[in-house]
């Protein structure tokens, strides 16, 4: 089936399988390999990208579900080579280590300061609490994303 | 690689074409969300002829409020009744139980009737519709039905939906003043099955229980299940008709030893947070 999905401001039609999942429409179609495939259940968050402004898990979403729809991923959550405070706080703070989730969590936490002005710990714990990190043991996460909060966007 | 099989897909213009789709293909998997449809296809726990998504239709979006009463279409997403801005006691309970559901991303996703449709015993939604005393608008090409969501839950993952039927809406009233409400689910970990959530709204006037309504869900009740108190209406709101209640509610665990727990703890916990929602709606009044 025919499916146009705007990518990062770019338009990607393909004809596609029906049960082609949109996470691999990103990857294969679009060559953007920013989204990783973790669990592959919706549990683990590193999938996250923005479909029409709000975060989703994109191994349990359907392509075809997208087609018309404007996706943001990791390669677009910042202008060219510059990054964004959220991922300007986790580098700086070395706040990750393997990054296999990061795509995610900076997708997410991009996301939730763009709408809290001043969040508390606890409002940034549950709004990553559908991103999994096995590293960091999330403490480090949650201070760079705090401290990201109070930088000028 | 988990991967869904080779699937037919068709996502239909209006209600009406749904329905026909539904109508000629009665082993459809109807899809709006995708968290649990496309999940399950994965795992290879459905199969399906066609896929039927409803996930855009715009018959069943929005949430209104008129006379009172609210409606709910089902295909509104999980995180717009988390954010919606009604107030009131009936809308507070289910905004509780819809910011319990899974995680942001997946209420991003996930629709109010996907979570009423698939009759996992552990989602939060049913046992605070069971004491909103919800009706569910359900629709087929041929016509509407309404039915209480009490007549709704057959068993685990079973519902009273035929295989031609769209849940179309999901109608209540707002009791209004003077109600309190309490949700809770309590959870071993993260997006685990629930071990129970309660659900529960009522009233109490001059010391007396005016209304009272608690419904509890969860695994260790496998169904969404409403609790009988219509007999402690009337009564003064007293710590002896507290624990009678709590029995009645331990009462309907089909608890047994796995790896949620102990049947006795699960017990346990149907009591704790029983008795922790009666508190909160009884109030001063004890």
Redesign the interface.
Request: proline fraction near 7%.
């Given at each position: 089936?025919k499916v146009k999905i705007n990518v990062n401001g770019e338009d990607f039609a393909s004809d596609v399988?029906?049960?082609l999942?949109l996470v691999d429409f990103l990857r294969d179609t679009a060559g953007l390999t920013g989204t990783h495939v973790g669990c592959?259940?919706?549990?683990c968050?590193s999938c996250?990208v923005l479909?029409d402004g709000?975060?989703?898990?994109s191994c349990?979403?359907?392509a075809?579900?997208a087609?018309g729809s404007r996706i943001i991923t990791i390669e677009g959550i910042s202008k060219g080579e510059s990054m964004n405070r959220v991922q300007k706080s986790l580098s700086e703070s070395k706040a990750l280590q393997c990054g296999f989730c990061a795509p995610g969590i900076v997708i997410?936490a991009s996301w939730?300061l763009d709408k809290n002005e001043n969040p508390d710990e606890g409002e940034i714990r549950?709004?990553l609490?559908?991103?999994i990190c096995r590293c960091t043991g999330y403490q480090p996460v949650v201070d760079a994303v705090l401290k990201a909060s109070k930088e000028v966007k | 690689m988990l991967y869904p099989p080779q699937i037919n897909y068709e996502r239909p213009e209006s209600l009406s074409e749904a329905l026909s789709l539904l109508n000629d293909h009665p082993w459809s998997l109807i899809m709006a969300g995708g968290t649990i449809s496309v999940l399950s296809l994965k795992k290879r726990a459905v199969n399906a002829e066609l896929v039927v998504d409803i996930g855009r239709l715009h018959e069943l979006k929005g949430i209104d409020f008129r006379d009172g009463r609210y409606r709910i279409g089902s295909a509104v997403k999980i995180y717009e009744i988390a954010e919606s801005g009604f107030e009131g006691p009936g809308f507070s309970l289910l905004r509780q139980a819809a910011s319990s559901v899974g995680d942001p991303l997946l209420r991003n996703m996930g629709t109010v009737g996907g979570n009423v449709c698939l009759g996992d015993p552990s989602n939060d939604l049913p046992p605070a519709l069971l004491v909103l005393g919800a009706e569910l608008n359900v629709v087929n090409h041929a016509g509407a039905r309404n039915l209480n969501i009490s007549d709704f839950y057959k068993g685990p993952f079973r519902t009273s939906l035929a295989k031609n039927e769209i849940l179309d809406s999901i109608n209540f009233s707002e009791p209004g003043k003077g109600y309190r409400w309490f949700y809770y689910k309590h959870y071993i970990r993260h997006l685990d099955h629930s071990v129970v959530n309660v659900a529960a709204l009522g009233k109490v006037i001059g010391g007396r229980i005016a209304d009272l309504r608690i419904a509890v869900g969860g695994m260790s009740v496998r169904v969404p299940t409403p609790i009988e108190t219509s007999w402690a209406v009337g009564k003064h709101a007293s710590h002896e008709e507290l624990s009678r209640i709590v029995k009645s509610a331990s009462e309907k665990c089909l608890c047994t030893d796995d790896r949620q727990g102990s049947a006795e703890y699960k017990k346990r916990m149907i009591e704790k947070i029983t008795q922790m929602a009666l508190l909160s709606v009884m109030g001063d009044a004890l």
């Open positions: 089936m399988e029906p049960r999942l592959e259940t919706g549990s968050g996250t479909l709000r975060p989703v898990k349990l979403m359907l075809a579900q087609d997410t939730f549950e709004a609490s559908g991103n | -």
